[in-house]
């Protein structure tokens, strides 16, 4: 495995866009686990006038209409978005996965079952669907989650069935199914190893999308109440953009370079995993 | 002055590959009207060299001296833009693989004008269906308006032919033309080469790893072994006094009609296939139904108790559907297939599973094969750890089979990517020998390899058979290896057995015309390699 793990780790640092994604998603990593030692206080809590500029009453991106610190939202809001976007992308994966496998080892009309179930998903607009399923279920954290696995697993079905169809007639997939190994061992054990590949780069971007949606679902006011996030304090500066730009312009840019980040390293991952395809272009 | 002049030519490899130049110090001549065949197994620098001549290298390999002279000029001093007028015009190439060697959304005549176009020739029109009526393609007006995906392989190769032909070039290269064809095409493309070649006295480099195509088409005869010539000659005389060691032992490992006529077995049979009929659905369009396309069509064949049968066929004979009804990976409509007294055929998946110990198979290619994210090891041992033999004993059994098999027991603890083709082969059949079969179902096991790699691998079967008491079914397009592995053979075509036998007697006195046709068309067929040692 060192060999694969050693050509994998020099393809992916050749891509200079990735290593810089990765970069800043470990500081954004980092500030999530250090929020308590940086900001030991609730980001709820008022630590000056209302609208204070930044760099004013010790904090550095300003203060929000009721004083509260920016800078302590942003680093707060960091452990939401990024729990959000991975436990979220991790139960979608499971989902796809699972239904995607048995699409394309199974076939045939079970294969037409699940393709149609699928698209059912795919036809209504992913972000109304969530919107729909947190209003319903009430704004919390488990919801949000759940919606935006909800929404976000038909393409990792895909991906995996049509990985499953092509690898399924290859030979050491029948030579498996000659030595009379059970179904679930030819599943797991030889064809979902080698259709991980595809799966590793999506998920990358998917952790990205579910951030965006998380933002977009706070930002409507659909957020865990309880909870800062990045989205709702865009949402709580928009009226006030004109007077206080800094409490929409910093966690809108937080949101950006992540996202940014997790593109740029789902890229890289794509072209360290498909060496190939990379060393074309 | 001949027509085609290479000297010393060497092209270096980049850094790091397995050796400094893939083509070294290579000098030979060709005149017009002369068939040149260059041989050699692959890796040898036999196709990068004929790169070099048409200046289509690959760009990580630079020619770093020599000369290729061509009717008086260096090409190796010539711009691009020279070469483009030079190539397809003056220089005519063939590919190995006629399935993508065609734009599949043009019709096949517009291509051949198009390559008349390109070079500014006139009258394209008469001049394509003349072309087309050169390379016998049938029904030359129809075939013109076609779509490359209504050919045949054989026709495609006949087009692309055409379009090499098509402005009369002195120089024809031909790149294993017939390898992806089925022995009977391969013989009407040979012949159809060697026709027009002595029609219009073109020069023709043929580039071949088979010398049973040598034998049937070349003058001349280079033979190559990591990227050096070690043997060049007159056809005659390397084929039947080689000199160089390794021109000897690739003669002697072409498979040829050696095996020792032995008594018909008369053990109790194994494997009885009665009627079996296997056909596939194909789906037709919005509106027509749709169509079933029969695959087996009655096949019976029995095997017995340590016999080798040979199933033998061209592509799509249905001889591999044949194999995969009998290990259950395809279900057959109807028949019987009896292993011992039980009819499998009728086995539920479960029910199935005590015989998956007792029938084993090798597959044909030895790079998809194998699992690639899994150690060699556990390839071999997952067989009897599913069923039920303990993790330690079967991981030991496993280091056992690969010695029996001739590899280094350290293999074991390796991926499948860090062998080469014949060992991966090696490790194949150490998994299905893991299973200690009584059957061992063999689905053209060789013909991914090398000659003297196949040889390598014939060698080891046979030996293990004899050691193992294994009964076996050996399937192949390969006439000569048939006959040189198989007691018993059953010839396929379109599905159905037409004629089974005693192996030398098929090949002698064939009853059937399409076994004929097949033994007609063995490359080579008049050639007998000398015995060496």
């Known amino acids: ?281 | 002055m001949s027509l085609l002049a290479v000297r010393d030519l060497t092209i270096a490899l980049p850094k790091g590959a397995d050796r400094a130049h893939a083509v070294e110090a290579m000098s030979f001549g060709l005149e017009a009207g002369e068939i040149l065949c260059i041989v050699g197994e692959s890796g040898s620098g036999k196709s990068v060299s004929t790169g070099a001549i048409v200046g289509l290298l690959p760009s990580a390999l630079a020619v770093t001296a020599g000369s290729i002279v061509f009717e008086d000029r260096n090409l190796l001093g010539l711009s691009a833009a020279e070469m483009r007028l030079l190539r397809g015009n003056r220089i005519g190439m063939i590919f190995q693989e006629p399935m993508t060697a065609l734009n599949p959304l043009m019709r096949v005549g517009d291509q051949i004008a198009e390559a008349l176009k390109v070079h500014g020739a006139a009258d394209s029109e008469g001049r394509v269906r003349e072309l087309v009526e050169a390379v016998h393609l049938p029904d030359p007006d129809r075939i013109v308006h076609s779509y490359p995906h209504l050919l045949s392989g054989g026709q495609r190769q006949r087009v692309m032919i055409a379009m090499a032909l098509a402005l009369e070039p002195s120089l024809l290269i031909a790149d294993e033309p017939t390898t992806a064809l089925d022995v009977t095409t391969q013989m009407q493309i040979l012949g159809l080469i060697k026709e027009i070649q002595s029609r219009r006295g073109m020069g023709v480099l043929f580039i071949t790893h088979d010398f049973g195509v040598v034998a049937e088409i070349a003058d001349r005869v280079v033979v190559m072994q990591h990227g050096r010539i070690v043997e060049s000659g007159s056809a005659e005389q390397v084929l039947n006094q080689p000199q160089h060691a390794y021109t000897r032992a690739l003669i002697a490992a072409v498979p040829h009609r050696a095996r020792a006529i032995e008594p018909p077995a008369s053990g109790r049979p194994v494997l009885e296939l009665v009627s079996v009929r296997k056909s596939y659905l194909r789906r037709g369009g919005l509106f027509s139904p749709h169509v079933r396309v029969p695959a087996v069509q009655d096949a019976d064949i029995e095997l017995r108790q340590g016999e080798t049968l040979g199933l033998v066929g061209e592509s799509g004979s249905g001889k591999s559907t044949l194999a995969r009804c009998i290990v259950n990976l395809a279900k057959p409509e109807e028949g019987a297939i009896r292993f011992h007294d039980t009819d499998l055929r009728r086995l539920a998946r479960r029910h199935w599973k005590p015989f998956r110990k007792r029938i084993q198979m090798v597959f044909q290619d030895p790079f998809a094969s194998l699992n690639p994210r899994r150690r060699v090891g556990e390839i071999i041992a997952e067989g009897p750890m599913a069923h039920g033999t303990p993790r330690a004993v079967a991981e030991s059994k496993a280091r056992e089979l690969l010695s029996l098999v001739q590899l280094d027991p350290s293999a074991a603890g390796r991926f499948p990517h860090e062998f080469s083709g014949g060992q991966r082969q090696r490790i194949g059949i150490a998994r299905a020998l893991a299973m200690e079969p009584e059957l061992l179902i063999a689905d053209e096991p060789v013909s991914a390899l090398d000659v003297s790699v196949q040889a390598q691998i014939l060698t080891l079967l046979e030996e293990l058979r004899q050691r193992l008491g294994l009964t076996m079914l050996f399937i192949t397009h390969d006439l000569r290896v048939a006959a040189q592995v198989c007691g018993r053979v059953a010839v396929m075509q379109r599905g159905i057995i037409v004629e089974q036998g005693q192996t030398s007697e098929v090949f002698s006195n064939p009853k059937h015309p399409y076994t004929q046709s097949l033994l007609d068309s063995i490359p080579g067929r008049h050639w007998l390699p000398p015995v060496t040692r």
């Open chain 1, 1 to 281: 495995m060192n060999r694969f793990a050693g050509e994998f780790a020099a393809t992916f640092l050749r891509n200079k866009g990735a290593v810089a994604g990765l970069g800043v998603l470990v500081l954004v990593g980092v500030v999530a686990a250090t929020a308590s030692l940086l900001f030991p206080f609730s980001p709820w809590d008022m630590r000056g006038m209302p609208f204070a500029h930044p760099g004013e009453a010790d904090m550095l991106l300003g203060g929000d209409s009721l004083g509260r610190d920016v800078a302590a939202g942003i680093a707060y809001g960091a452990r939401v978005s990024l729990l959000i976007g991975a436990v979220s992308t991790l139960a979608a994966v499971l989902i796809g996965i699972s239904l995607g496998a048995i699409a394309g080892y199974a076939g045939g009309s079970v294969d037409d079952a699940i393709m149609r179930f699928t698209e059912f998903f795919q036809t209504v607009p992913s972000f109304l669907l969530a919107v729909v399923l947190v209003a319903i279920f009430s704004p919390s954290i488990a919801s949000i989650v759940a919606a935006i696995a909800i929404v976000s697993w038909p393409p990792v079905a895909r991906v995996i069935r049509a990985e499953f169809l092509s690898l399924r007639s290859r030979e050491f997939v029948h030579a498996a199914e000659v030595l009379g190994r059970s179904r679930a061992a030819i599943i797991f054990r030889e064809i979902l190893p080698n259709a991980l590949s595809p799966i590793i780069v999506l998920a990358s971007l998917m952790v990205a999308s579910a951030i965006l949606l998380e933002s977009g679902l706070s930002f409507l006011g659909l957020g865990d109440p309880n909870l800062m996030s990045w989205g709702f304090m865009i949402g709580a500066g928009r009226s006030v953009i004109r007077i206080a730009w800094w409490m929409s312009v910093f966690p809108g840019l937080a949101i950006f370079l992540t996202v940014l980040a997790l593109n740029l390293v789902g890229e890289g991952l794509s072209d360290a995993l498909n060496p190939r395809l990379a060393r074309q272009r």
